[in-house]
């Protein structure tokens, strides 16, 4: 049973990724690719982490793995955040956002 939710986690934390691949050669401007990519690492990275960590046998490896995923969904909205208001204050802007 235990294999079967690993497994399950693993295979939409792909699937997620792959969405977000697509998604990146799709959308048009930086804003919605940065959208793009961050649903790559917040959406399939951690659930791929959390489902291997349901796969592996030892107790530390799960922990690491975990603590891995907590870490990436604590940090990657922060600096996702961080690179859509850089690039929106920027000078070099092309849309005229300001």
């Known amino acids: 049973m ?3 939710i690993g497994y399950g986690l693993t295979l ?3 699937i997620a990724i792959f ?3 697509v998604g990146l050669f799709r959308f048009p401007d930086f804003y919605t690719k940065i959208h793009a990519a961050s649903v790559i690492e917040c959406c399939g990275v951690p659930l791929s ?3 291997l960590a349901f796969l592996q046998h030892d ?3 799960s922990f690491k793995l975990l603590f891995a995923a907590i870490l990436i969904l604590i940090l ?3 600096s996702t955040h961080a690179i859509g208001k850089a690039s929106l ?3 070099n802007n092309q849309k005229g956002l300001k």
Do not use: A, E, W
């Open 2 to 4: 235990i294999f079967i």
């Open 12 to 14: 939409l934390g792909i």
């Open 19 to 21: 969405s977000g691949i």
């Open 49 to 51: 982490l959390v489902g």
């Open 59 to 61: 107790f530390t490896s």
């Open 76 to 78: 990657n909205p922060v």
């Open 89 to 91: 204050l920027s000078p």
